[in-house]
């Protein structure tokens, strides 16, 4: 929602929570810290901030340890972080690899369906004509109408956090476009500078996610790319460059959850709440717009959340 910088470094942030106001009648089994990753990611992070305040208003300790999104699935093996509730199905790479470690177990959907590709505001869709079509953008007009005087005359290309597994330099290649990346610092910058192109009306293509309140208004559309296979990233010979991987979008998915396999063995009571832990795509988008929009930070918007749905987390708590 995300290439692979191995040194973990994690940085403790946060707290460690004590016991909320619905703490379990006996207190929680599992009596150590769980220790939960984020990313500094709107979306993720208040599924995160969500999941471990749940388990603070169980009686938990809760830990969250801020580490890049693609770094946090070799602390998931190695057990350096025990859980994550906001793993973005569209990455299905990396989380294949992780749960064939035989280290973490995938505990199943969130109940949010997934996007990312790239996405065009309407107004882009008369300079290149064709769209949503990805063969468009490698017509000479729709190259020339797209690019801005900073664009080496290439279309102007908003990228990702670098953090992100988005394949941007590889699909580029493999589907010969001309494309040129700016690559923003983080998510929140990213569709600040799209919400400012397209108060401008700039000629833009940027990455795009759904839920999101900006990119799932309607007030875009995404780019249709060949659809993904396994054999994309794996296999030149597939897809429309036989000399090329990643000639394709990325997998559509839902957002799953993983636990690390020896944290389960001594905390299964906290398995078990991961197991029935639920959100909607509306609650999603709601509390990304929170954070983006209003200001909010993810831990105060995932505490309205909380707030105001007690009838639904209880029945999740034994």
Known sequence: MKNHPRGLMLTTA???ATAGSAALA????YQETVRIPVYNVPDSDFIDYVFGGLLTKAG????????????HFTAL??????????VWGTTKELIDKTVASGAVVNA????VMTRESWWYPNYVAELCPGLPDWTALKTPDCIKALSTPTSDGKINYLGTPPDFAAYDVERIEALGLE???????TVGTMVATMQGAMQKKEPIIGWGLSPHWLYGSGEGQFVEFPLYDDLCHTDPSWGVNPDKIWDCALSVGEIVKLYNVEFAESAP????ILDKFKLTTDD???GIARQDLDGLTPERAAQEWLDANTEVWSKWLP
């Open 269 to 272: 009571d906290v398995v078990a």
């Open 179 to 185: 494309a040129h990346i700016t690559l923003p610092g």
């Open 284 to 286: 999603m988008a709601k």
């Open 60 to 71: 938990y300790s809760v830990e969250y340890l801020k580490i890049d999104y693609t770094a």
């Open 108 to 111: 199943g959907s969130l109940g």
């Open 77 to 86: 093996e190695f057990g350096d972080v025990d859980l994550s509730p906001a």
């Open 14 to 16: 946060l707290l460690f």
């Open 26 to 29: 006996e207190g929680p089994t």
